[in-house]
């Protein structure tokens, strides 16, 4: 009853907020979709009708209410489940006039969900963007997409949730005598949803420009017009298999005859995953005023691909022993990074070193970040979600790893933060 309420007054009062706007409210498709009640679900939107508009916050809630004087419905103060996290933030412009969104939800939000479903409340809930004029003349418009909770089977779009790269060695750091074969690989993989998954195994040759971000994401994540401008690499494979809707699949790595191991050097095999058919989750570019045709959205990710590193080199010759030099640079203990600044760490050269494998924790000592780099390079940058997943602070610490992974030294855990927190 509380909802039919708040919908007929969002409907009795929506032709005086949009009086001589029609044209230019912004649009999406598809404009529902089936979640998993019991996990993450990821789903590729379009916006259209942009007219200069920019995307604001994106919340997820169980009940609307009108956005009176502002267009749209946004959602129930009372009934928020949780906003899109910055670090599965993939939107982007697209086009002239509009706007590809992945919405990423949390486990968090569907488990709040199927929460007030138990309670009796309704089982759908509602995805709102909120876009906002730049020039602060035009109201907010608030546009929705409902939710419909499900199981993660076959009517939920397909989507990746989780994918995990090793060698059949298990090996951290996968050291391959020159010359010889390297050994089996798989890709451990979690999604919802059934159809094809297809794409390819690449690999980065020593010298090879490394791949980007927006390089390692399923062409599904991209927008239309990026799709096709990813960094091509050494093909290995071409792979085409059908996903039933259990949730895993073990993904066979290519025939390990053609990794290549001639030339010394470190080199990164990556998975390519292509975009594919789904109607659960296909995009119509028309319905949501951003073109012309339907934007195929079948593997769609809110992360990037995951690339496996092995290092091509004789044992004997890469193990020796560590320089009781190597520590920890900067940032200094206790520094605290500025707002709006990157954490950078640095750390001083093991020449002995294979490859260093940089930690952050948390201060309370749960590991979220953990990075392996090339031994030529002692920095490495940490993304931005860094400091939405430490907030109190972080501590971290640089590993010099050796022939086979072996672990030669560490160095000591050292603390910073942030400035205002």
């Not at 906003?83 to 706007?99: C, V």
Request: glycine share 10%; charged share 20%; hydrophobic share 40%.
């Amino acid at each position: 009853m509380k909802r039919m309420k708040t919908l007929w007054l969002a409907v009795a009062l929506a032709p005086a907020c949009l009086a001589g706007r029609a044209e230019a409210q912004i649009s999406r498709h598809p404009t529902g979709v089936n979640v998993n009640a019991q996990g993450a679900t990821t789903v590729f939107l379009t916006f259209g009708n942009l007219d200069g508009y920019v995307a604001d916050e994106a919340i997820w809630c169980g009940e609307l209410v009108s956005a009176a004087p502002d267009i749209g419905n946004m959602c129930d103060g009372s009934t928020i489940f949780g906003s899109l996290p910055l670090r599965f933030d993939n939107s982007t412009t697209s086009g002239d006039n509009g706007f590809t969104d992945i919405m990423s939800i949390p486990p968090s939000v569907a488990r709040r969900a199927y929460q007030a479903a138990e309670s009796g409340d309704d089982s759908r809930f509602f995805y709102v963007r909120r876009f906002v004029d730049p020039d602060g003349v035009g109201p907010d418009q608030y546009v929705t997409v409902t939710c419909r909770l499900t199981g993660g089977g076959a009517r939920v779009p397909l989507a990746l949730l989780d994918v995990s790269l090793e060698f059949a060695s298990r090996s951290e750091v996968q050291v391959v005598p020159a010359g010889q074969t390297a050994p089996p690989l798989s890709a451990r993989i979690l999604y919802n949803g059934t159809g094809r998954l297809q794409g390819r195994w690449e690999v980065v040759m020593p010298g090879d420009e490394p791949p980007t971000q927006q390089d390692l994401l399923t062409e599904a994540t991209l927008p239309v017009e990026l799709r096709g401008t990813q960094q091509r690499y050494t093909e290995l494979e071409r792979f085409n298999h059908f996903l039933p809707p259990t949730g895993e699949f073990v993904l066979p790595g290519p025939d390990v005859s053609r990794i290549p191991t001639e030339a010394e050097g470190l080199y990164q095999v990556v998975l390519r995953i292509e975009a594919s058919a789904d109607k659960e989750g296909d995009s119509n570019l028309a319905a949501a005023g951003a073109g012309v045709g339907t934007v195929r959205s079948g593997a769609v990710a809110g992360f990037p691909m995951p690339a496996l590193r092995y290092y091509v080199g004789q044992p004997d010759v890469l193990v020796s022993e560590p320089t009781s030099s190597f520590q920890l640079l900067l940032p200094r203990s206790g520094h605290r990074i500025g707002e709006g600044d990157a954490a950078v760490l640095s750390w001083s050269d093991a020449p002995s070193a294979v490859l260093y494998r940089v930690q952050v924790r948390t201060m309370a000592g749960e590991v979220v970040l953990s990075a392996v780099v090339e031994s030529a390079t002692t920095s490495y940058q940490a993304p931005p979600m860094l400091r939405g997943r430490a907030s109190d602070g972080f501590e971290w610490r640089v590993v010099a790893l050796g022939a086979g992974g072996a672990r030669l030294s560490s160095t000591p855990w050292r603390a910073a933060g942030w400035d205002g927190s």
